[in-house]
């Protein structure tokens, strides 16, 4: 192997590629760094808070506050949420380099995350409007943050793995 001209031995060589290794999986541990704190707990609170929200917009008929107020409070927290999470990213970017990941966490449990989780908020919704049984809503609510709780938990555990 050369390198600028220089010919390398082998054991240079697998040295060289053994620190090429060593950097992409510190990069990886990195990325795979748990949210900060503050945003873990909005994003809890933020998918705990959804499934009461999108039970008052489907409700039949109005459920504790007019149908428009729903919307309204909908729109709003998801636009506190988003507005959030580009905050902690954009410093979790600046703080380490690497942007905040989920594709660092085996498919195995971002996949039935990704399907499981709007069935999980929307379904709920969706059962209330037709039993009007706030339980539904309740148990989303609940099992929604435990989701978010045990995700994060995961990202914890395999950032502990990687460092």
Same mark, same amino acid.
């Given at each position: 192997?050369?390198?600028?001209?220089?010919?390398?031995?082998?054991?240079?060589?697998? #040295?060289?590629?053994?620190?090429?290794?060593?950097?992409?999986?510190?990069?990886?541990?990195?990325?795979?760094?748990?949210?900060?704190?503050? =945003?873990?707990?909005?994003?809890?609170?933020?998918?705990?808070?959804?499934?009461?929200?999108?039970?008052?917009?489907?409700?039949?008929?109005?459920?504790?506050?007019?149908?428009?107020?729903?919307?309204?409070?909908?729109?709003?927290?998801?636009?506190? =949420?988003?507005?959030? =999470?580009?905050?902690?990213?954009?410093?979790?970017?600046?703080?380490?380099?690497?942007?905040?990941?989920?594709?660092?966490?085996?498919?195995?449990?971002?996949?039935?995350?990704?399907?499981?989780?709007?069935?999980?908020?929307?379904?709920?919704?969706?059962?209330?409007?037709?039993?009007?049984?706030?339980?539904?809503?309740?148990?989303? #609510?609940?099992?929604?943050?435990?989701?978010?709780?045990?995700?994060?938990?995961?990202?914890?555990?395999?950032?502990?793995?990687?460092?």
């Amino acid at each position: 192997m050369e390198t600028d001209g220089v010919r390398l031995t082998p054991e240079q060589a697998r #040295s060289a590629l053994a620190d090429t290794e060593h950097i992409r999986a510190a990069a990886a541990a990195l990325s795979a760094t748990p949210w900060p704190t503050w =945003f873990f707990i909005t994003l809890t609170l933020y998918v705990a808070a959804l499934p009461i929200a999108y039970g008052g917009v489907m409700a039949e008929p109005d459920w504790l506050l007019p149908g428009p107020a729903w919307v309204g409070i909908t729109l709003a927290i998801t636009a506190a =949420f988003g507005a959030l =999470f580009a905050v902690a990213a954009k410093n979790w970017r600046n703080k380490t380099g690497v942007a905040l990941r989920l594709d660092v966490l085996p498919k195995r449990a971002t996949v039935p995350l990704a399907v499981g989780l709007p069935v999980l908020l929307v379904g709920a919704a969706f059962a209330f409007r037709v039993t009007g049984w706030p339980v539904w809503l309740i148990a989303a #609510s609940l099992i929604g943050a435990a989701v978010s709780v045990g995700f994060h938990l995961a990202f914890v555990r395999l950032h502990g793995k990687t460092a």
